[in-house]
């Protein structure tokens, strides 16, 4: 049995690394949790403020690089300037774009009191659509409030937020809500519905939300309506700002909740259901955050597998508990408010332990690579039945909900199938026979894509569109471009190349610290690669229709006359003013590409399950031969050494849009 294999033992520290033995949790762990368990670790957490640097700290610091700056400005008339364009960026007159920038750069940690406009308070009845906005685009898939508290305290004037205890974060948390709000709307709902520009008002709140988290000194909080405040804030702050702000500030919010023993499932013990509830929703929320952070920049999460013994939030709705209640509460059997975010938080968890390992356990295995393989598609395999069995069996894909919920649980799931046979971790074991024979893995790397593509264009997912643009699949996008680099011909190539390039453009636009970041860089590289080869087998495919098209002495339509009604080139071959016909130049997405076509369906997973499954016990091979297969490892492989800077010569010697390639291509 998988679970009789685990190692529970916490590691010595929190730093982890890519590269680990394939020991993984199935999702009884998870019911474990859910049921009380309690890992092997020390129950003694560090608290206490004086442990943490507080606002004294970032002050003296504010203040020591000011003078250091003015000693090193060259010229004090610069400085000054400096000084007027700041002002202005901040003044009620700049523009829109200068205010954004501003808030962009405001450095609230290192200054956390600097000056921005008075006005930041939404009046009572932007206060009311915010909220009802707040409730209608984030609150379903960022379920950390608690929905008839909300309603009470913005839009019924009551003092107090039941589900946010502490007075001094509340400020922040109505303005990080407004905030979550703005970032959710187009510009154009922004202006119907609040009056504003969007940009203003993204500048406005964000500004709003970093003073009202220092006046709260939220570095030494114990207030769950302060944190609160900070998690919505770092997840809607990724809208906008793709620099290392929320992945920083990340492990800030991590350290702050360890502090308030969120961690720990015992530590609300002697608190009413509701709050016990409360303290889930935002450990686990956190814990969320903490692994998008990390896989923005590939870099190792904060918190750990085997480092906390919170219990996963009920599934039930948010009416099914009230602040003043001391009974327990039942868990539903169906959709429920908590659905979305359950299935986030277990695969994401999953997820987490197939792609870390502790630093001690560097170079250990318990099995044979064959038996790790296994161990590893076992645990996917039951995990994703897991999931279909309590969560996805009971979605009516005609709510709009519903099918979005369905899309994302798809996408994530593939994604956890991509890293167990295409691993962001340099092989142990360079045989390639130790390697599993996978059923499909462009295909299923293209499934990805499209279904990202629709949910960013469909306007059944219109609500939720912020939430896919703070999550870039580049993953998927390496894996796709990879594989396109050796398969060049057949319908799954036509759909991958119709789907790569839309979904390619927007994920540059979107992914971390942009187009020029560690994680952009290697994967530009290789579309660079892929699309020489797609030029090379399109030239080769033109000319040898265009040869084949005159022995046959075939006729090429006159225009008017094509089979498509566009009267475009067929197969390449265009015909001159004086009536000869020519090779036409392909372009690198192909003649005549496919349209994207929506495909409203879920995936279908028991196609590919089945295959998984005898993939280990059989010869069953993929669409490719074993000598395509091995190249396309290799591909892989290289590219994981380019993507760690392991071949940093390669990297800076490779030219990001030219026709050169590295030599190990």
């Known amino acids: 049995m998988l679970s009789q294999s685990l190692d529970r033992n916490p590691p010595a520290n929190a730093e982890e690394t890519f590269t680990r033995p394939f020991t993984v949790h199935r999702h009884e762990d ?20 004086n442990r943490y640097i507080g606002t004294s700290f970032w002050t003296t610091l504010g203040e020591e690089i000011t003078g250091l700056k003015e000693v090193m400005d060259a010229s004090s008339d610069e400085e000054e300037e400096l000084r007027n364009l700041q002002s202005a960026a901040l003044s009620p007159s700049s523009s829109a774009l200068n205010r954004l920038r501003q808030a962009n750069d405001s450095g609230f940690i290192i200054s956390p009191m ?19 906005i707040y409730l209608t685009n984030i609150d379903p898939v960022f379920k950390i409030l608690h929905v008839p508290s909300l309603r009470k305290c913005l839009q019924e004037g009551e003092a107090g937020l039941d589900c946010s205890p502490g007075p001094r974060g509340l400020k922040a948390l109505k303005l990080a809500i407004c905030y979550a709000a703005t970032v959710s709307m187009t510009d154009g709902e922004c202006r119907h519905r609040i009056g504003e520009d969007r940009v203003v008002l993204m500048a406005k709140y964000r500004a709003g939300v970093e003073r009202a988290l220092a006046e709260a000194d939220f570095v030494n909080t ?28 990340t492990s800030l919010a991590v350290r702050i909740a360890q502090a308030m023993n969120l961690h720990h499932e015992r530590s609300s013990s002697f608190l009413r259901p509701f709050g016990r509830e409360m303290r889930r929703r935002l450990w686990w929320q956190i814990c969320l955050l903490d692994s998008h952070a990390a896989e923005d920049r590939a870099t190792n999460p904060v918190i750990f597998a085997d480092s906390f013994s919170t219990r996963l939030p009920l599934q039930i709705n948010d009416e099914d508990i009230r602040v003043d209640s001391h009974e327990e509460v039942e868990e539903r059997q169906g959709f429920t408010d908590m659905t979305f975010s359950l ?34 598609i076992d645990a996917v ?44 971790q340099q092989r142990l ?15 299923l790397s293209v499934v990805v894509l499209e279904k990202v593509h629709q949910l960013n264009t469909d306007p059944a997912a219109s609500p ?47 992914v971390a610290d942009s187009d020029g970041g560690m994680i952009w860089r290697p994967i530009k590289k290789l579309m660079s690669k892929a699309r020489g080869l797609r030029k090379e087998h399109l030239d080769l495919r033109s000319a040898t229709d265009d040869s084949s098209a005159r022995m046959a002495n075939w006729s090429v339509p006159e225009h008017g006359d094509h089979p498509d009604g566009a009267g475009g080139p067929v197969f390449g071959i265009v015909r001159d003013a004086q009536g000869a016909n020519h090779h036409a130049a392909p372009s690198v997405e192909g003649p005549r590409m496919p349209p994207l076509t929506p495909n409203s369906a879920p995936f279908d997973w028991n196609t590919w399950l089945a295959a998984a499954s005898t993939s280990m016990e059989s010869s069953l091979q993929s669409q490719y031969n074993n000598e395509t297969a091995q190249q396309a490892w290799t591909n892989w492989d290289n590219f994981v050494t380019v993507f760690q800077g392991q071949d940093e010569g390669v990297i800076d010697g490779l030219n990001d849009e030219g026709p050169e390639y590295p030599s190990f291509w």
């Open 429 to 443: 074991n360079n045989n390639f026979s130790s390697r599993p024979v996978d059923p499909d893995i462009l295909s």
């Open 114 to 132: 600097l000056t921005v406009e008075d006005h930041l308070d939404p009046t009572s009845h932007q206060l009311y659509t915010f909220c009802e």
């Open 222 to 249: 114990v207030e769950m309506s302060t944190l609160q405040a900070l998690t919505i804030f770092l997840a809607s702050v990724r809208v906008s700002d793709t620099r290392r702000l929320m992945w920083t500030l």
């Open 343 to 376: 299935i986030c938080y277990e695969i994401t968890d999953t997820t987490r332990q197939l792609n870390y390992v502790p630093v001690r356990n560097l170079g250990q295995c318990q099995f044979g690579f064959h038996e790790n393989w296994t161990c590893r």
């Open 464 to 510: 939720y569109r912020w939430l896919s643009h703070t999550y870039v699949q580049w993953h998927a996008l390496a894996v796709t471009v990879a594989e396109l680099c050796v398969r060049t011909e057949g319908s799954l190539v036509e759909r991958a190349w119709a789907v790569l390039i839309p979904v390619f453009r927007q994920a540059s636009q979107h």
């Open 30 to 49: 998870l019911e474990e949790s859910r049921n009380g368990a309690t890992a092997s670790r020390s129950q003694n957490p560090v608290s206490g403020p």
């Open 381 to 424: 395999i039951s995990l994703q039945r897991h999931i279909e069995e309590n969560h996805l069996r009971h979605l009516n894909l005609a709510r709009p909900f519903h099918w979005a919920t369905r899309m994302v649980a798809d996408i994530i799931t593939a994604i956890m199938w991509l890293i167990v046979y295409r691993p962001l």
